[in-house]
Each structure stands twice: as structure tokens, then as C-alpha cells.
């Protein structure tokens, strides 16, 4: 294993760097890192393989109208912040490295788990997340890929991908980490003022709820509209809030949501121009 941190930018740089033997653990980010993804770090070191944290932010999986250009690029930081994580390699290529040509061959994973949730409101999102992984993997092979669980349904598409495709990688997802107020850790949260910082914590609060109430016999549909007009009532622009099978991100039957199905509530809305997506496992 490598015995200090090394930046790498190109693909053929980082094949040879990973020569050896043993197949390492793989971290993807976009960077602007923060402890939530330091702590994906830590588990991949777990493993007792070389460890890769890629940074690289993806254009593929975002709309025309969405925050590409103004998303934080801090590169020098993230490579100062992983020193001392377990860290060996940063993959840091640029765009013209990991897409040299038009990238028209591309990952389309099924409507019924990718048109939903986060993909009824950002359509193709998934699209690109699968598409950019999957080269990723092709570029790093790992044995091990480290996620959040914040992004709970990128992690489920991930999985399914891996497992379709019969991908020789164990995708490993790791819960949320939030700040000592309970906000989960997210790179736009830098984005708030000061305002909606303070307001923000009434997304995973309502969410608490919801996960709270999910075994109550008269239902949580009602519940899940008075907490979404709540949150339009403070200002909030929400896309969904609901209660969903946390195997396939389906609404539960009445029998599975009494009967302990394993359950996760999950919700998406914007406070000012910051989006913010949020879950609570029940």
C-alpha cells in the first residue's frame, strides 16, 4: 500500500499506481468533502485494502437549470482534509480525462427505481450517476465502493447496478452522518443562510415523524400531507415526503407497513435555492 497520499489526475497514471496485487476500496465523491464523507474513508481503510477517494464532478447527472457550474471545487482542501483518513489515492481527473469523446453510451437503469423519488423530479439524474460510476469502477476496480446512505436511493440504483451487471465489487452503504443539531452533512448545505440554516432542520424532523408514526393502523397518507404543507407553510419548495419499502423504494401494502417490513422514510424539498434530500430508516 502506498505510504503517503498521492494526487492523480489521469487514468493511465492511476492503472499504474494500483498494479499490485490487491484490488483496492474505492470512495466516489465531487469533492467539497466534508466529515460525512471522511467518515466513508475511514470504513474503506476498514478493509485493509489500498484506498482510492475519487473527486470529480460529474455534469451528467445535472439538469440544465441546476447548480454545475456554481458546485464548490476545492480541490487543494479535500486532498488537506483526506491526509490522516487512511487515504493512498485522490483520482482527481478532469472532464476532458474521464469523458474524451461524447459519452453517448450510457447507463440506464429501470423506470420502476429510477423514475421515482429523486428521478420524477430530476429526470435522467440516475442516468448519469449510473453512467459515471460505472466508468469509474472500470477505471479504479475496486473490491470494495463506500457510500452514504443520505443518498438512499443513488445507493439502492448502485446496488442493483452492481448486482445486474455482476460487477466484482461488494457496494457497501454507510449511515448518514449529521451535525451535532441532527441536519445531515451535505455539501450544499454551505449554500444556507444563516436563516435557512437554522430553518433547515425541519426537514429531518418531519421525517422523524413520519418514521415515528409508520406502524400507526390508520395509515400515514394524511400525516404525509400535513407535513408536506407544513413545510410549503414555512417557505419551503418540497418535492416529496413519504413512507417506502426500503428493499425497492415502493409504497408498502397495509400488511407489510404492520407486519415490521423494513421501512424508510425519505423527503426532498428546497429552502431558498438550496435543495435538500434527507432520510430516516423504520
Given amino acids: 500500500m ?3 497520499l498521492r494526487l492523480i489526475h489521469t487514468i ?3 492503472r499504474s499506481a ?7 476500496a474505492f470512495v466516489p465523491t465531487m469533492g ?8 466513508l474513508v475511514r470504513e474503506a481503510r476498514r478493509h485493509g485494502r489500498p484506498v482510492v477517494t475519487s473527486i470529480f464532478v460529474n455534469r451528467l447527472q445535472f439538469l440544465p437549470h441546476e447548480d454545475f457550474d456554481r458546485y464548490p471545487r476545492t480541490l487543494a482542501r479535500d486532498v488537506e482534509l483526506l491526509r490522516g483518513t487512511g487515504c ?3 483520482f482527481a481527473p478532469d472532464e476532458a480525462e474521464l469523458y474524451p469523446e461524447p459519452q453517448v453510451f450510457k447507463v440506464a437503469p429501470p423506470p420502476a427505481l429510477a423514475d421515482i423519488l429523486e428521478g420524477e423530479f430530476r429526470p435522467g439524474f440516475f442516468t448519469g450517476v449510473c453512467t459515471v460510476v460505472l466508468k469509474l469502477f472500470e477505471c479504479v476496480q475496486p473490491a470494495v465502493a463506500v457510500f452514504g446512505r443520505k443518498d438512499y436511493q443513488q445507493l439502492q440504483v448502485v446496488h442493483a447496478m452492481a ?3 455482476a460487477l466484482p465489487v461488494e457496494v457497501i452503504g454507510m449511515p ?16 444556507l443562510s444563516a436563516d435557512e440554516r437554522r430553518d433547515a432542520l425541519a426537514l429531518p424532523a418531519a421525517l422523524r415523524r413520519l418514521a415515528g408514526c409508520a406502524r400507526e393502523p390508520a395509515g400515514v397518507a394524511p400525516l404525509e400531507r400535513e407535513l408536506l404543507q407544513g413545510l ?18 415502493q409504497p408498502p401494502s397495509e400488511a407489510e407497513r404492520l407486519g415490521g417490513e423494513p421501512l424508510v422514510a425519505l423527503g426532498a424539498a428546497r429552502l431558498g435555492t438550496t435543495r435538500l434530500i434527507d432520510n430516516v430508516e423504520c
Avoid: C, I
Avoid at 494500483?18 to 483496492?24: F, I, K, Q, V
Avoid at 467539497?32 to 467518515?39: D, F, N, S, Y
Fill in 2 to 4: 502506498a505510504t503517503e
Fill in 12 to 14: 493511465a497514471e492511476l
Fill in 18 to 24: 494500483l498494479a499490485g496485487p490487491l484490488r483496492p
Fill in 32 to 39: 467539497k468533502l466534508h466529515e460525512g464523507h471522511l467518515a
Fill in 88 to 90: 493512498d489515492l485522490v
Fill in 163 to 165: 448486482r445486474q451487471f
Fill in 176 to 191: 448518514t452522518v449529521r451535525e451535532a443539531d441532527g441536519l445531515a452533512m451535505s455539501s450544499r448545505n454551505d449554500y
Fill in 232 to 249: 410549503a407553510g414555512r417557505g419551503w419548495g418540497p418535492d416529496y415526503l413519504t413512507l417506502r419499502r426500503r428493499r425497492d423504494l
